[in-house]
């Protein structure tokens, strides 16, 4: 992690020197480049995320070094020992003594006379512009809390569908078990598991005069008409369209269950077995004895 040694510009800090990391820069364009910022006023990150300008003096990857450093900079009272252009990175091997209350007013006071004089010197397009706006913590944390806040509604609309689906579920289980154990659900053929009502059942046979129109009633009844127009009976292409696309099967179970009671019905005990798979599917119109 890189690290910035910056003397504070505002009298609004107490400290006249700090380390900071180089994250704590406002702007983050130019973050990666804190080597480059040295001798550079920038806005800087402080504590409870208060923003005050400061020169940066040094950069480094040891912090405890450019502590050093900083209490270096904090004994040394005469302008003269440290340029705010010129700066020595160079730890001076005998250290300046500390001086009295006096020689520390006077020297602060003749510091920031210093620094301002820099700043007035300072062309335009050296003070680097910074949008508060842009990459700033303020921005950062506003964008954050609109993110948690999104993401927490969809949470809780996932939460609902979830709990709503279940609902849904649960009660389709119970209306298919009530249907299955009524009196009036029978069972279209038996073992097929296909139910019909059977007062649907007795109005179909009622209104149904053949066993064919019969069997078409029952395929409207447990089909959808979807169902009917996109499926073909078995599957096979016809004779009279062979130039149309071949439609897939109808559901065999439901299929099975209306032909089987079809010749039921008609008076076969059960479905025709003559060793050829589709001859035992075609109609036999004879009623048996």
């Known amino acids: 992690m890189t690290f910035l040694l910056v003397e504070w510009v505002s009298q609004k800090v107490p400290k006249e020197y700090s380390v900071v990391p180089a994250e704590s820069i406002e702007d983050g364009a130019i973050r990666q480049n804190a080597k480059s910022l040295i001798n550079q006023i920038v806005r800087i990150i402080w504590k409870k995320g208060k923003i005050f300008p400061a020169v940066i003096l040094e950069t480094g990857d040891d912090e405890k070094h450019l502590w050093e450093r900083a209490d270096f900079y904090g004994e040394t009272t005469k302008v003269g020992d440290i340029s ?5 990175h160079e730890i001076l091997e005998m250290p300046v003594k500390k001086k009295g209350k006096q020689a520390r007013l006077v020297a602060g006071r003749e510091r920031a006379d210093a620094i301002q004089d820099v700043l007035d010197s300072l062309e335009s397009d050296q003070i680097i512009d910074l949008n508060p706006d842009t990459n700033s913590y303020k921005h950062l944390v506003s964008l954050t809390r609109k993110k948690v806040g999104t993401w927490a509604k969809e949470r809780q609309t996932s939460r609902s569908l979830k709990e709503k689906h279940k609902r849904l579920k649960q009660k389709y289980r119970e209306l298919k078990r009530k249907f299955d154990q009524s009196d ?59 130039g ?15 032909i089987n009671f079809i010749l039921k019905d008609e008076g076969f005990g059960e479905a025709p077995d003559t060793g050829n798979p589709t001859a035992d599917k075609v109609f036999i119109k004879a009623r048996g004895p």
Do not use: C, W, Y
């Open 84 to 88: 705010t252009n010129k700066r020595s």
């Open 244 to 258: 149309r696309e071949t439609l897939p099967e109808i559901d065999s179970v439901r299929r099975d269950a209306v």
């Open 184 to 242: 009036n659900n029978i069972e279209l053929f038996d073992g097929s598991g296909v139910r019909i009502e059977s007062s649907v059942l007795a109005s179909m046979r009622v209104m149904s005069p053949k066993p064919t129109i019969l069997a078409r009633n029952l395929f409207r009844q447990l089909f959808s008409a979807e169902e009917l127009s996109n499926h073909s009976l078995f599957g096979k292409q016809s004779n009279a369209n062979r």
